[in-house]
């Protein structure tokens, strides 16, 4: 019988989502006995020690003995247990400078990682995701930046209500001024920011109205990849060739920052991706936008502004357009970004819930029947060794 672990989080700042629910438990414990499960306790998680012990779910500080475990973000280099498996967000798959000395010590552990975010149908569509909430928290975000630096409107923050069904009820009675907003990407994310735009009743127009017309409501343009891109050489867009080859394309945005009050950004990127505008187009007079909630959150990334995480408690900082220095945020001369690595912890029980449920559906079966495709791709470690696929980060890993 194979035995899943649900690990507490170490990272700081403390994340508080879970990859399986007490109720999710309760029902794969009643449903499966191929499996069991034990969460190891934690002060910190969304859902407490009590509620699962109530859903007849075991929970123990240590969890060693479990043949897979499951967590959220990056796990803390000396809280790795050597040979296991582990299911998490690693943030190495681009090279990220700051999980190198993770990566190197997952290798020295002789660790098996598969990562959530590399979990994908055949397609490339990725499987397992927070995005949705994400999506959601991050265009409330924005919208509440853009309505404290103007005063038109207030909203409240999203982690001071119970959950995704309160937050609807404090939209009730909120009335927009006539703002144009700009929503990118087209995954999860995306779902979540439309979701939003459609509770505050913010219109969608047609890229060609919203560059060339006035209105007298509150609009918002979808621009998804082929609005976003095209290829230097004829003009052309296509997905497969535009991620296989992001270098030979020219982002096609910057006429929309001319347009635009709030950039709701919530694109695919990867350091060969063109960013959405350049640093001398925000120095740039006709450069418009106000508020920007950055949902992908690359530093120097898609939006090239980026200047680092915010945080929950202090969600929104500046960017001078002069000197393109961080200051407080709301100021004459610079332009707000929302920039937090883990908004769905602003709803961490309904995201928890949401991510549960794909795993469930996508992941867990396979992984008890020995291994699938969709398991075989997102593996990026075997026993410390990287597969194939990820031969490119060996010098990142410390085997070259």
């Known amino acids: 019988m194979l035995t899943i672990g649900l690990i507490k989080e170490g990272k700081i700042p403390a994340d508080n989502r879970v990859a399986l629910t007490p109720a999710q438990c309760k029902w794969l414990n009643k449903n499966s006995t191929d499996f069991r499960i034990i969460v190891q306790s934690s002060a910190n998680r969304c859902f407490t020690d009590s509620e699962y012990r109530s859903a007849g779910v075991e929970v123990k500080d240590d969890v060693s003995e479990c043949d897979v475990l499951f967590g959220i973000k990056e796990v803390p280099k000396d809280q790795l247990v050597p040979g296991k498996t582990y299911f998490f967000f690693s943030h190495t798959k681009k090279e990220q400078p700051h999980n190198k000395s993770l990566m190197r010590e997952m290798v020295k552990k002789k660790i098996t990682l598969i990562d959530y975010e ?48 309160h937050l609807i009820h404090t939209y009730f009675g909120i009335r927009l001024p006539k703002i144009k ?39 918002y343009v979808h621009l998804k990849g082929r609005d976003l891109y095209e290829r230097k050489d004829d003009g052309t867009y296509n997905r497969d060739n535009f991620h296989e080859h992001p270098e ?130 997102a593996t990026m470690l075997k026993n410390g060794i990287l597969t194939e696929e990820y031969k490119y980060l060996e010098e990142y890993a410390g085997v070259k």
Request: aromatic share 10%; charged share 20%; glycine share 10%.
């Open 181 to 219: 907003i700009a929503i990118t990407g087209s995954g999860r994310v995306a779902h979540g920011l439309l979701e939003i735009m459609n509770l505050l009743g913010v219109n969608e127009v047609e890229p060609f109205d919203y560059l060339h017309r006035c209105f007298d409501y509150p609009v």
């Open 118 to 165: 590399c979990l994908t149908h055949d397609d490339g569509q990725r499987i397992i995701g927070f995005g949705f909430f994400a999506g959601v928290v991050g265009a409330h975000n924005g919208m509440m930046a853009y309505g404290n630096r103007t005063g038109a409107f207030k909203l409240g923050r999203v982690h001071e209500v119970k959950d995704y069904r």
């Open 248 to 377: 030979a394309y020219r982002c096609c945005f910057p006429p929309y920052a001319k347009q635009t009050d709030i950039l709701m950004n919530g694109v695919y990127w990867d350091k060969n991706v063109p960013p959405l505008f350049s640093v001398e187009e925000f120095k740039d007079d006709s450069f418009k936008i106000h508020t920007i909630a950055d949902i992908t959150n690359d530093t120097h990334g898609s939006v090239p502004i980026n200047l680092g995480d915010s945080t929950i408690a202090d969600p929104i900082y500046g960017v001078n357009k002069v000197t393109l220095e961080k200051t407080a945020p709301y100021l004459p001369g610079s332009v707000d970004l929302v920039a937090i690595g883990n908004l769905p912890n602003e709803l961490p029980r309904d995201a928890s819930r949401y991510f549960g449920e794909q795993l469930i559906k996508f992941v867990l079966d396979d992984l008890v029947k020995g291994g699938s495709e969709i398991i075989s791709r």
